[in-house]
């Protein structure tokens, strides 16, 4: 039972990736729409010869019509998503800033390396343990931040203060 209570643990994609995922989606299904309704039109006009009756292509055109209507609802769902994601982005960034600012204000290199002893410990663990401690100072602060936004939080501020 306590299986079906656990979250789902998953990677946190930047809003500008989805942004970018948005808009390829969007326009490849919208190219993929009108090669097909010009191959349709090149087909009726006979421009290619294809030997098949009347009702054949009818109930292709058919199909081939509720296809490409499937593909340009897909890329009209995508194109809302991206407004949506720009909306998402502009959030995001400011929770970033805020965030960064905050931590750089109030801790330190030393702050986040406390009761480390770097000499005795190879840079994974190092690596490790200053994430931890990251980790836990946001955690302290921000604890409303959702798990995968505040690791990905980690690594940005990681990289702020130790960018070898």
């Known amino acids: 039972m306590s299986d079906t209570n656990k979250k789902q643990k998953h990677a946190y994609v930047e809003a500008g990736r989805k942004i970018e995922d948005a808009s390829s989606t969007a326009w490849s299904f919208l190219f993929l729409a ?3 309704f010009i191959a349709l039109i090149y087909v009726w006009i006979q421009g290619l010869p294809l ?4 009702t054949t ?3 292709a055109t058919i199909v081939s019509l509720l296809v490409i209507l499937i593909f ?5 769902r995508a194109f809302r998503d991206r ?5 998402e982005e502009t959030r995001e960034d400011a929770d970033v800033n805020r965030i960064c600012h905050w931590f750089e204000n109030h801790y330190s290199a030393d702050a986040i390396s406390h009761g480390v002893d770097e000499e005795d ?9 200053r994430l931890e401690n990251i980790s836990r100072l946001l955690a302290e602060e921000f604890p409303e931040l959702e798990e995968s936004f505040c690791e990905y939080l980690q690594e940005k501020i990681y990289q702020m203060y130790f960018p070898e």
């Open 57 to 59: 292509l009818l109930i």
């Open 51 to 54: 030997e098949t009756t009347f």
């Open 83 to 87: 407004k949506k994601y720009m909306l």
């Open 72 to 76: 340009v609802m897909i890329s009209i």
């Open 34 to 36: 009108v090669l097909g």
């Open 121 to 129: 410990i190879s840079i994974e663990e190092l690596y490790y343990l």
